[in-house]
């Protein structure tokens, strides 16, 4: 059974950091990304960054680029997301998912985890 956990969440000021993380248990063979997304209430799922789990290629949402920054441990079986500069615009629930390299390119993931809430204060 496959199973992503997500957590790192919590309440940070404007301008703080915060580190995101997202264990993966049960993947199979040829599940080779895994991406972040993000959604706020009444609002659709929003990319993130992703990032391909063999090359560690990356890629991200123009609103987060240049202040988060994606990164795996294959040993561990973790995804990580670095936060930095965060702006209340941030604020939403966080989400990691598991796909195939293909996931990497349309956005369309296999496996999906429980959210980690942030919360950005102004």
């Known amino acids: 059974q496959v199973q992503l956990v997500a957590s790192g969440g919590g309440l940070v000021q404007a301008g703080g950091s915060l580190r995101l993380s997202c264990t993966t248990s049960g993947i199979t063979f040829g599940h080779h990304a895994r991406g972040w997304f993000r959604q706020t209430t009444g609002k659709e799922r929003e990319f993130v960054a992703a990032?391909?789990?063999?090359?560690?290629?990356?890629r991200y949402a123009d609103s987060v680029k240049d202040r988060f920054t994606i990164s795996r441990d294959n040993k561990k079986d973790t995804v990580y997301l670095q936060m930095t500069n965060l702006e209340p615009e941030d604020t939403a629930t966080y989400s990691c998912?598991?796909?195939?390299?293909?996931?990497?390119?349309?956005?369309?993931?296999?496996?999906w985890g429980q959210g980690t809430q942030v919360t950005v204060s102004s």
């Open positions: 998912a598991a796909g195939s390299l293909r996931s990497y390119y349309d956005q369309e993931y296999d496996y």
């Open positions: 990032i391909t789990w063999s090359g560690g290629n990356t």
